[in-house]
Structure formats: C-alpha cells, structure tokens
C-alpha cells in the first residue's frame, strides 16, 4: 500500500525543486556580490549550538521559538534560530589578535517554530552582514547600506522599499522623559514593538496592562501615533538628554545622504526590534506598500560579545530572509530568467554514431559548453523537439552522412542557419565547432 501521511513535508518546510532554487540562488548570488563590493568576507557555523548561546541573550519571544532538545550524549542543544549569537559565540573565540573592524558576512538556514503564515516559515536563509569593533555611526550606516543594496541588486528600488529607523537609546531618553520607571522598559519596548500591528487602542491597553502610569502611557501613545522627527523634536525640545540622544541619527542621515540613499530613509519611533542584545541605532527595511512583514531588521548591539565571554567590542549588522524578498520579487515580476538546461543538445540518429557522438560531446564539455543527447536511440524529430523545450542554442547532429565525411551538422536553433563543420574542429576545441 501506498504510505501517504506519515512522509508528508513538516509544516513551514519548503522543497526547492530547481525552478525554485533558481530564485534562492539568484537571491544568494546578488547578496554575496553585494557583500563583496562592501569587503566582507563569508563565514559559516554550524547549525545546532548550546541551548544557553539563546536563553536571555536573544529575548523571550526567540527562546519560545526554538527547536530545542536533549542530544544523546544530554547535551541541550538547539537548531539556530538566528546567527548573531553564532558570530558572537565565534567571535568571543577568536577575535584577540584580528584586525579591527571586522566585516562578515553569512548566509544560514536558521529554524525557528512559528505560526507558519504569508512571510514567514518554520526555516529560512538570511543573510547576515556585520561589522564588529567600531562603536562609530559611520559604521552603523555602512550597514544599512549593504542592506539596501542588497536589495536593489534584485532590481527593487526608492519606489518598492524602505528602511525604518530609529534608536534604542533615543527611546530609553524618551522614556526617562515621559517617567516610565525602569523596571517597565523591556515590557514597554515590547509594547512599542507591537504598536503596528496592534494600533493607539491595543498600545493603550498593553501600556495598562504593565501597570504604567496614566501621563506616561497618555504620552507614549501619543508618540506611537505620532512618532515623526519634528513631533519628537519639537514635544522635547526642552530635554536635553532627548534632543542629545537624537544627534546620532542625525549624523546617520548625512552619511547615507551622501551615498546616495537618503531617500530610502524614515523615522520610526515604533522600531525597537524584538530581540534583546540591541543597544543603539535600530532599523528594518519594508516593502512600500506595507503588505508584508519586515524583509530585514538589525542594529547596533555592542555588549553581546562581552556577554559570551569575548573581549568587549561594539558590532552592528542585520538578518535579511529570503522568505519576505523571494515574495517581493514575485509580486513586482522581479524573477530570474528561466536558466536553459543545455548550451549543445547532441542528437546521434543509429547506434553506428554513438561512439563519436560521446567524444564530441566531451570534447564540448572540456571547453565549458553544457552538453545533453539522448541516453537511448530516439527519433531526430522528437530528439529536436527536445533540444528546442530544454533551451540549447545549438543541436550537433551525427547521422551517417555526417560520419561518413568526418563532419558534424550544427544547427543554430533561433535562426534554423545550418553548417557543416568538421569533427576535427570540434574534438581540438577551436574555429566554428565552439
Ligand atoms: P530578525 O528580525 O529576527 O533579526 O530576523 C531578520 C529577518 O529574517 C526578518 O526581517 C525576516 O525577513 C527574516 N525572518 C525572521 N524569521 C523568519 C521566519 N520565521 N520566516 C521567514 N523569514 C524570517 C535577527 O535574526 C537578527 N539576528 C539580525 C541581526 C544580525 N542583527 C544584528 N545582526
């Protein structure tokens, strides 16, 4: 009996026949070129690490998430759920003695078990970009410009997408000002992170439910409907420790300006990032149209190092996933073109030409031409049919006449021109046989 269940794909997996690794491919190729124009360099770790490397470094709502279990040896493990305690973990390891910064670059399959819904699954790719041992903002907006990049190299551009930003400690300043007490801050920042999808009223009421005092969740909510440069600048205008905390962006904004990227900047106050290791300027990148979730978050975290046993160094980098950008892509008809199979396709008509139909083809195939025939006798109609569905530029054909006067017919397939070209040409890799 057929099994049928039992071997079902796990909910939030997904299979990449190749037309769909195509496009993972396509994804990973401009995000690597990216990558390298900026001088990063590619690392890799491995896919399940100590349960602890998680717990309170990365936040709560990533620690429910995990997939965590006991290995054989009892050691708790946990299958990645995001790189940055990796590279910290790495870091903490060997970074006495590199030169400072550090820019790195990965590309991980990271796991993480969610409600599986539009953008988002039980396992993704994401591209981390990092650059640890510099505290300055220069390199906060180095990083946020690998991200934008990375993006436009897959033809999105100002029009399709947008970067958030904001900083942690700018919010915390606004906090201080507005009397929250210290206590409440993590459940607040939660608040603010949720304020999007939950509204003015479920802020509110959130605000309340951690027992925040009426002025302050009043001013709070105010900001999180309001949460634009000017309204902040101008409701703090008499707080020094605010209008202090603002100068970094500021400084943000004239880099990109002048890279060129300005236009892809806008003021958040509602982004805080949900994960707990951020310590300053914060960003994520969405679609205009805002019909998806995040295509990318990151920001400043410059303790985490510390916090795993490294040498204490600022760092600042994102997560990018394929998931949210592959659907970008397809929306906007942003995809790769279609990758034909084969340069040459090879068509021997009788057994008799088989033989030579194989040097020829490895002659072909040593100087880089990708090269099918059929692995049993078919007709040349049906064996043309398949040459034009697979994509070749070319059919090479070997029939008898062909072995007869030592020549192979070469057949370009869009304009249908046909030559007679000797095998010798082809066998030594030069003249019209290439
Ligand atoms: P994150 O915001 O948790 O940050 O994830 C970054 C991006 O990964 C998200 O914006 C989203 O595109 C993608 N992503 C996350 N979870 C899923 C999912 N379940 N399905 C599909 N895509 C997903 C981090 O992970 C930080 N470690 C980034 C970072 C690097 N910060 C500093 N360096």
Request: neutral net charge.
């Amino acid at each position: 009996m057929p099994s049928d269940k039992s071997f079902a794909k796990l909910p939030g997996f997904r299979d990449f026949v190749p037309a769909e690794l195509a496009l993972r491919t396509h994804i990973f190729e401009a995000w690597r070129r990216v990558c390298r124009r900026y001088g990063f360099m590619e690392y890799d770790g491995p896919p399940l690490e100590p349960l602890g490397l998680y717990v309170e470094k990365s936040g709560p709502e990533i620690v429910e998430q995990l997939y965590n279990f006991a290995d054989k040896g009892g050691r708790e493990v946990a299958l990645r759920p995001e790189m940055t305690p990796s590279l910290a973990r790495i870091l903490a390891q060997r970074s006495r003695g590199m030169a400072k910064p550090i820019r790195w670059f990965s590309i991980p399959q990271l796991f993480r078990y969610e409600r599986s819904q539009r953008g988002r699954l039980r396992e993704h790719f994401q591209l981390n970009a990092d650059i640890v041992g510099e505290a300055g903002v220069g390199a906060d907006a180095e990083v946020v410009a690998v991200a934008i990049d990375a993006v436009s190299a897959l033809g999105l551009g100002e029009r399709d997408f947008v970067a958030r930003v904001n900083d942690r400690r700018l919010v915390t300043a606004v906090l201080d000002e507005a009397g929250v007490a210290e206590g409440h801050r993590a459940g607040v920042l939660a608040v603010i992170d949720k304020a999007g999808r939950a509204g003015p009223a479920g802020t509110r009421a959130g605000l309340a439910a951690l027992g925040v005092g009426e002025a302050a969740a009043r001013a709070l909510a105010e900001l999180v409907a309001d949460g634009s440069w000017d309204h902040l600048r101008d409701r703090f205008r008499s707080s020094g420790p605010v209008l202090a905390a603002m100068q970094p962006l500021e400084e943000y904004r004239e880099i990109l300006e002048a890279m060129g990227l300005g236009g892809y900047l806008s003021f958040d106050f509602t982004v805080v990032r949900g994960l707990a290791y951020y310590t300053g300027i914060v960003f994520e990148l969405f679609d205009r149209a805002g019909e998806m979730r995040a295509i990318c978050g990151g920001g400043r975290y410059d303790r985490l190092l510390e916090l795993v046993g490294g040498e204490p160094l600022p760092a600042v980098g994102f997560g990018m996933g394929d998931v949210v950008l592959g659907e970008l892509l397809r929306d906007r008809g942003a995809l790769p073109d279609a990758v034909p199979a084969c340069d040459d396709y090879l068509i021997w008509v009788e057994p008799a030409q088989r033989s030579q139909a194989m040097k020829v083809a490895r002659a072909l195939r040593r100087h880089g031409r990708a090269v099918l025939y059929g692995l049993a006798p078919r007709g040349v109609g049906k064996q043309l049919r398949t040459a034009a569905r697979l994509g070749a530029a070319r059919a090479l054909i070997i029939g008898p006449d062909e072995a007869a006067s030592g020549t192979v017919t070469v057949r370009d397939l869009a304009s249908g021109r046909q030559d007679a070209v000797p095998v010798e040409l082809i066998l030594r890799g030069d003249g019209a046989g290439l």
